[in-house]
């Protein structure tokens, strides 16, 4: 019901005297704190209201309301802790109003603002992010902030102790924290909930998931979503593993108050996580832009004005005599004069985004900053990695005593675990996880020595993470379920606590389930905060083709043009040792998430045909700026080749090739795709003047086309030919070593083209 039709309705509502014992079944919320309540619930209608009439202005562009879900949010900000993590969605403005966003935020909000501290002005209103209020950053795609929520319980249980910073402001939350999400009931029928709920159960973490039920997500009802209509019937078995599940009404306060008290005691006494299906109502359409009198039969569109909690909690508190109806009204009345000046002050100060706003908060990465991150950790650990690789080495883990820098060339593969051995050894806010990524199954490490002494351990389907869980201990490094989404989705929750995690993606061939949570959660964590929270993290994961024919089509993907198309992620691709270990440690302090890929076909090779891959560990001071390409054969002329990862060893044979053919080919490394070095590109073909790209990723939107676009846009005039590009086909990798040689770059095409171009 609208703001003045609720405040008539209430203001015609018959006086009743006070009832002894009233006040006693507001399970010990005392009168004032229940006007308090009732104040945010009427707050966040009448900033409503407001915002339905900057749309019409042509101020706020977007309107998303939370009309119905008043009561549950504001009887839940007040049962938790106001520094209880929250991960909700875009229906609690009343929360975000008890727990103290003000009325100028939402309005900042609602039109835009470069001035809002929640999101700079980058989402569509009531996508808040307050981290200093404990109010995490939403974003819009439903159902997806479940996993966040269920990573976040897991590394708040995480015994071991975090030394670093505090990751966000108001972040390190306290060991007995409930992490509560909120979700309407059709977001729950995304898989990433279900998965939510789960590991919940699985971790005994203190998660409280509240499903706000309108029986309706658009104009899909909820018994098209559920057997009875009800999201919470595919959860009753996980009953027997201690999770609680609670009904109620989210429209009647004393029922609400009850049974919301029930679920934080149940959860802070650490007997299990809880589900709550809580019935609210729909107080308008879907959104601005939804109409549900087209869909809704009219009775039931009568139910959602009668059912209304603004109503209902007037009703409740008047009828048992603790508020007389003009007690109420004056609410109504001084939040209409509140909300009006505020919105007069905030609107005629609008302040539109710049450029630098926007596309300036994408990324946080400064390799100043990185470095002297890195800088840091060396001073304060890096004098005992010595003797820690020493004791590493007496103990079997290790081929060598020495450290890594003063051993001879190695794998990339040795040259990663290598890097993961010291990034695990100078900071403790490390945690790494995936697929078989432990040396032992949690219940055979519980074993201890005696048991885990006599085997060998797998540590990662390549060997890249081994030793790491006996070196570093099953809290820091574990094997999780097969579910990649659950692998990134969890991960945020880590990174909020205040760790870096190293999620693992097993083969980029199956990023696909967890593509959501990369493109559209971490990725865009810095931008949707308006450069307030980062989420640090590797996203370690193998990729590419060329293993001799037994990669085929599940196993052999090199398609990054997919991942450097996400704004906020920067894809690194080393092709060496020394890079991966330089680029390795850049990726841990770059403050962003990484998606770090590793090279297949790479990691036990100490040369591509006699073309060198092993490498000195270098020094561990050195780090690789990301977007510093490197070149090879600088001198070099009459062709220019811009390629990375798997394919530079190739282009450097074809160079060899080339080279008794008296062509003289530069190359250029790009070592991070995104970003990508033009300056070093840019100075290569004002030199060269005939450019080659070769790419493993595939032609449509890939790596290389990028490239190519780049230079026929910016460096046309230094050109003296078509830029040249040999990719992937359009087919994915076949099985057998035909399938490869099909489907891939090849060396003998590379010399071809190139011999065709310079001839050009
Ligand atoms: C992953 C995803 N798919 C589709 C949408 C479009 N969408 C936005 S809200 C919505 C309905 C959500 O309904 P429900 O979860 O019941 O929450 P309600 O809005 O009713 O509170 C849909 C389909 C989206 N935002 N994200």
């Known amino acids: 019901m609208p703001y003045f039709e609720v405040r008539d309705w209430v203001g015609k509502l018959k006086p009743s005297p006070p009832r002894r014992g009233a006040i006693e079944e507001y399970c010990g919320v005392d009168r004032e704190t229940l006007k308090e309540m009732y104040s945010v619930m009427v707050l966040a209608r009448r900033i409503e209201l407001e915002e339905k ?3 019409r202005k042509g101020l706020c562009r977007f309107f998303i309301g939370c009309g119905g879900k008043e009561l549950i949010d504001v009887v839940a900000a007040h049962l938790l802790h106001p520094d209880d993590p929250f991960v909700g969605y875009y229906r609690n403005k009343a929360f975000d109003l008890y727990r103290g966003v003000t009325i100028e935020q939402k309005i900042l909000e609602a039109i835009g603002d470069r001035r809002s501290s929640s999101t700079g002005g980058m989402l569509q209103p009531s996508h808040s992010s307050y981290p200093e209020l404990a109010i995490l950053p939403q974003a819009s795609p439903t159902g997806s902030h479940a996993l966040e929520a269920a990573g976040l319980g897991e590394a708040i249980e995480n015994p071991t102790p975090i030394t670093g910073p505090i990751g966000i402001k108001g972040g390190r939350y306290r060991r007995d924290s409930i992490v509560f999400c909120s979700i309407g009931e059709g977001s729950t029928s995304s898989p990433e909930f279900h998965r939510a709920v789960f590991y919940s159960v699985y971790n005994q973490t203190k998660n409280i998931f509240g499903i706000y039920n309108c029986g309706w997500a658009i104009s899909t009802s909820v018994n098209e979503q559920f057997p009875e209509g009800n999201p919470t019937t595919s959860f009753e078995g996980f009953k027997r593993f201690g999770l609680l599940i609670e009904e109620f009404d989210g429209t009647r306060i004393k029922e609400t108050l009850s049974a919301f008290k029930r679920m934080v005691e149940y959860v802070r006494d650490s007997r299990g996580p809880a589900l709550a299906n809580i019935n ?8 601005g832009s939804d109409d549900q009198s087209h869909y809704m039969e009219p009775t039931l569109q009568l139910y959602h004005i009668e059912h209304d909690p603004l109503r209902e909690t007037a009703k409740t508190l008047i009828d048992d005599g603790l508020f007389a109806p003009e007690e109420l009204v004056a609410i109504f009345d001084r939040t209409d004069d509140d909300v009006k000046r505020v919105t007069d002050e905030v609107v005629a100060g609008y302040q539109r985004k710049s450029y630098d706003d926007v596309v300036g908060k994408v990324y946080s990465y400064k390799h100043d900053t990185a470095e002297e991150r890195w800088r840091a950790l060396i001073r304060e650990r890096g004098g005992s990695r010595a003797g820690r690789y020493e004791e590493l080495y ?13 051993q001879p060339p190695m794998t990339l593969r040795k040259a990663i675990n290598y890097s993961l051995f010291d990034i695990f050894m100078l900071s403790d806010d490390t945690v790494l996880f995936g697929e078989d990524v432990a040396d032992f199954a949690a219940e055979v490490f519980a074993k201890g020595p005696e048991i885990t002494d006599k085997l060998r351990g797998k540590g990662g389907v390549f060997l890249v993470t081994k030793g790491l869980q006996r070196t570093f201990g099953p809290e820091r490094v574990y094997n999780t379920q097969l579910d990649e989404a659950g692998i990134l989705g969890r991960a945020q929750g880590h990174a909020y606590q205040g760790r870096v995690p190293f999620p693992e993606i097993q083969f980029i061939d199956y990023m696909s389930p967890a593509y959501q949570q990369l493109k559209d959660r971490i990725a865009t964590i810095y ?26 089509m599940w196993h052999s993907e090199a398609n990054l043009g997919t991942f450097i198309n996400i704004p906020g992620l920067h894809v690194v691709v080393p092709s060496n040792a020394a890079d991966a270990a330089g680029l390795m440690r850049t990726a841990f302090v770059s403050g962003d998430p990484v998606l770090f890929c590793e090279a297949v076909a790479l990691y036990n090779r100490n040369d591509w045909d006699g073309y060198k891959i092993a490498a000195k560990y270098p020094t561990i001071e050195e780090l690789i700026p990301f977007g510093k390409a490197k070149v090879y054969n600088a001198d070099a002329r009459d062709i220019l ?14 160079a060899q090739a080339l080279a008794e053919k008296n062509i003289n080919a530069r190359a250029i490394d790009l070592r991070t795709v995104k970003p990508i070095d033009w300056d070093a590109i840019e100075e290569a073909v004002k030199e060269c003047s005939k450019v080659l790209v070769v790419s493993e990723d595939r032609f449509y939107g890939g790596v290389g086309p990028t490239i190519s676009a780049y230079i026929a846009n910016n460096l046309f005039e230094y050109l003296d030919g078509p830029v040249r590009i040999i990719t992937a086909q359009d087919a994915r990798v076949a099985y057998g070593s035909d399938g490869d040689e099909i489907c891939l770059p090849q060396i003998n095409r590379i010399v071809e083209v190139a011999v065709e171009l310079v001839g050009y």
């Not at 609210?280 to 959104?287: K, N, P, Q």
């Open 280 to 287: 609210v109502v729909r107080e308008e359409s879907h959104s």
């Open 527 to 552: 931008q949707r905060s308006g450069g307030n929270v980062r989420l640090p993290m590797v996203i370690r994961t193998s990729y590419g083709g060329y293993k001799q024919g037994a990669g085929a």
């Open 53 to 55: 009439v900057l749309l």
């Open 641 to 654: 080749i811009i390629t990375y990862g798997i394919t530079f060893s190739m282009t450097m044979k074809a």
């Open 394 to 406: 007496k103990r079997g883990l290790l081929e060598s005593a020495d450290l890594p820098e003063n």
